[in-house]
Structures are given as C-alpha cells and as structure tokens.
C-alpha cells in the first residue's frame, strides 16, 4: 500500500561524491544505464572526453580523491539525473524536489524548468570556469556546535560558513592556506574534521572574482515555470519563478538545506528519498525532522550499501513506496 504521504526526490551536490558511484547499476538496469550513456554522449560531444569512462576508471579505488571539477561536476549531475529517471520510470513520481548546491541543477531538471540537454551543457561549462578562473581552496566539515565557530577568532577570521545542517555539524569554506591553518587549529583542540574533496571554495566570497564570467555565459540557461513543486535551498522555499542570477546564487549564498526541511515539516509527513550517491541529505533529514515527525527518510545509492535501497525502492520492498 502507498503511505500517501507525498514523495520528496533530494540531490546532494559537491563532496558527497566519489569514483564508482552507481557502478553497480551502470549495465544492470536498462533505465540508468540508457540515460548515463546518453548524457555521457552529450559531454563527449561538447568538449570531447568521457565523463564515465574517468567515473569508472578501473584503476581507481572509491576512496581516492574525485576532485577534478570538470570530471565530477557533470558525474554527479549524471548519476542523479539518471537514479531520479529511473524511480520515475518504475511509477515513483516526486510531488516535490529538493537541491543542496549542485543538487539544485538535477532539481530544476527533474522539475521540468529546464531540459536535461540545456543544464547538462551549463554545468560541463560551469565547471570548466571554475576550473580555469576560481582561486583554489576547499571546504571542511566540522563536526562540533556552530557556536565554535563564532566563538573562535581562528575560525571565524579566517573562514565562512558554507552550511549549517545540523546542531553538531557545519561545513566551512576557505582558500587553501586558510584550510591548512584551521586544519592545525582543530586538530590542536581534538575537533574532528573532515576535508571535502572539492579544490574551490563554493558559498563565500572567494567565488566573486569569477561572477562577470559566470553572469555572461550563464544567461544562456533560461528557467521555466516548474512542473513539479521546487523547494530552493537558496530561499528555503518553493520557487515558481527564478531570478536571473538563481544558479549563482545556489554556488555563491551559503545552502539553507536544514530551512527548506524545516519549511516542508511544518506543513505535513513526507517520504524523503536521497536521490544522491552517498545518502547525505538523509542523514541531515533525519536530524532536522525530529523524533515525532511521521516522516520517512530513505536512500537509493551509496558507497557502503551499493544500489540495495534503490533496489528495495524498486521491488516494492520499501512498504511506503510499493507500486500498487
């Protein structure tokens, strides 16, 4: 039986990916594998090199370091473009998406305010900006109150505040001879901490020496009218229209995740599904809904478990979301 509680497909951006992702899916499921090698052509035919064949390069292990923008923006795009394609194939239809960061390219897709071609093309471009313009840093998650940060001089000087998605966790962003230096910092004070594999640092000012390149080829990317209810992390709220500048805002404006949950639980129960490769914005779901909200929180891929939620998903094994 369906728990009629309307669907919400969430997509994770930057640091929640790695090499492999959806490896066990990619010529296993006809649906995936069709949608991966059609966007994979489109990347081939922009700038002439294949997003899976670096994605699923034997040579690598999952746990090296995937942090060539031009190759992991345009694959996490992919992966969850094609995961949330798939549920929609086997009847699981989202009432709702939901981005962080990057994630919010996948939502505007899925929700039908632009077509999967045209953010495809915007994001390979994006990165290849980024990659020849931004100055190089990084960004860290902190797992401590983020009373830390504004209480130490060493933090709060040297870094901004990237996210805040639960009490005991935020993520910061900083050039890299800042990172180093709050990197000593926590250590020193025994605070656990944790690099993200990304080599620029999104959501702070670092971003702004590149906007007059962003602004100019980023007008070619025109947003709709959403088919399908888009809950913005940028505003934490649902987006019916889209200024000009939304896409450097999702880089630029720290990600409001935690808001935009908080948005949806104070208006009902939702089944949240973690359409992103590691089963992030799960994690934060379950911490931001609280213990007496009716909600249900699940995820399809990740490192640890492969593709066995997508597959529960799938084959009915997830009672909430049989297909009837």
Same mark, same amino acid.
Request: hydrophobic fraction near 35%; proline fraction near 4%.
């Given at each position: ?46 700038? /002439?090199?294949?997003? !899976? ?15 060539? +923008? ?11 473009? @094609? ?8 009847? +699981? ?11 919010? @390219? ?17 994001? %390979? ?18 797992? /401590?109150? +983020? ?23 935020? %993520? ?6 800042? !990172? ?29 020496? %590149?906007?007059?390149r962003f602004d100019a080829f980023n007008a070619r990317l025109r947003l709709g009218r959403p088919s399908i209810t888009l809950i913005s992390s940028v505003f934490a709220q649902p ?20 808001? @935009? ?7 009902? @129960? ?42 529960? %998903? !799938? ?5 909430? !979301?049989?297909?009837?």
């Open positions: 039986m369906e728990s009629g509680r309307p669907k919400v497909f969430m997509f994770s951006g930057q640091g929640s990916h790695y090499f492999h992702m959806g490896k066990g899916l990619y010529g296993e499921n006809q649906c995936f594998t069709h949608y991966m090698n059609t966007m994979d052509k489109i990347v081939k035919n922009h700038v /002439g090199w294949s997003v !899976l064949d670096e994605l699923y390069d034997s040579s690598r292990k999952y746990t090296d370091p995937f942090n060539q +923008i031009r190759h992991s923006q345009p694959a996490i795009y992919m992966l969850e473009y @094609a995961l949330a394609r798939t549920l929609m194939q086997h009847s +699981i239809q989202p009432d709702f998406v939901l981005g962080a960061s990057l994630g919010e @390219a996948v939502a505007l897709t899925v929700a039908g305010a632009c077509t999967m071609e045209d953010c495809l093309i915007c994001i %390979i471009d994006q990165a290849v900006l980024f990659n020849n313009y931004c100055r190089m840093g990084g960004m860290l998650t902190i797992l /401590g109150h +983020i009373s830390l940060y504004h209480e130490n001089r060493e933090l709060h000087s040297h870094c901004e505040i990237a996210a805040c998605d639960q009490d005991n966790h935020f %993520i910061v962003s900083a050039s890299e001879e800042n !990172l180093t230096r709050i990197e000593t910092y926590l250590r020193e004070y025994n605070i656990v901490y944790h690099r993200l594999p990304v080599q620029y640092a999104f959501h702070s000012a670092l971003l702004d020496e %590149i906007k007059p987006m019916h229209s889209f200024p000009e500048d939304y896409l450097w805002k999702v880089y630029r404006q720290p990600i409001n995740f935690r808001r @935009a949950v908080e948005y949806l639980e104070s208006r009902g @129960a939702y089944d949240y599904i973690d359409v992103g490769p590691s089963g992030t914005l799960c994690g934060f779901v379950k911490h931001i809904k609280g213990a007496y909200s009716h909600s249900q929180c699940m995820t399809t891929v990740t490192p640890f478990t492969n593709n066995a939620g997508l597959e529960a %998903i !799938l084959e009915g094994l997830v009672p909430c !979301l049989s297909i009837s």
